[in-house]
């Protein structure tokens, strides 16, 4: 029986370190929830603040990772929804941003 808990938790514990964000990620989350955070919900979990705003987990690749959404991040992304303000980063913080993304999308929509 104690080999078995041993072995769960370590199955369990190389699962959650899959799951860790690298500085870069962790970076790329704070500024989300900086500036995203007061509508969308920016990690793998929990639900978006205003109820029209998608959880970034759920946006999926096709529908934001095309070649240019780090130039849009750059330029300032913009929405037609009156509540959303433009938003300009830099090259280095557009890069993580995108990178953060693809990490959290939700495994259905992958």
């Given amino acids: 029986m104690k080999r078995i808990l041993v072995a769960l938790?370590?199955?369990l514990s190389s699962g959650a370190a899959?799951?860790?964000l690298d500085r870069e990620q962790q970076h790329a989350r704070a500024?989300?929830?900086e500036f995203c955070g007061r509508c969308h919900a920016v990690g793998r979990t929990g639900q978006s603040p205003h109820r029209y705003a998608p959880p970034f987990r759920e946006l999926g690749e096709n529908k934001l990772y095309d070649a240019d959404f780090s130039q849009?991040?750059?330029n300032g992304l913009?929405?037609?929804h009156?509540?959303?303000p433009t938003?300009?980063?830099s090259q280095r913080d557009a890069g993580a941003v995108t990178e953060y993304l693809r990490a959290i999308q939700s495994k259905a929509r992958r």
């Fill in 9 to 11: 938790s370590i199955v």
């Fill in 18 to 20: 899959a799951h860790a």
């Fill in 31 to 33: 500024l989300l929830e």
């Fill in 72 to 74: 849009r991040l750059q």
């Fill in 78 to 80: 913009s929405s037609i």
């Fill in 82 to 84: 009156p509540d959303m």
């Fill in 87 to 89: 938003f300009r980063f």
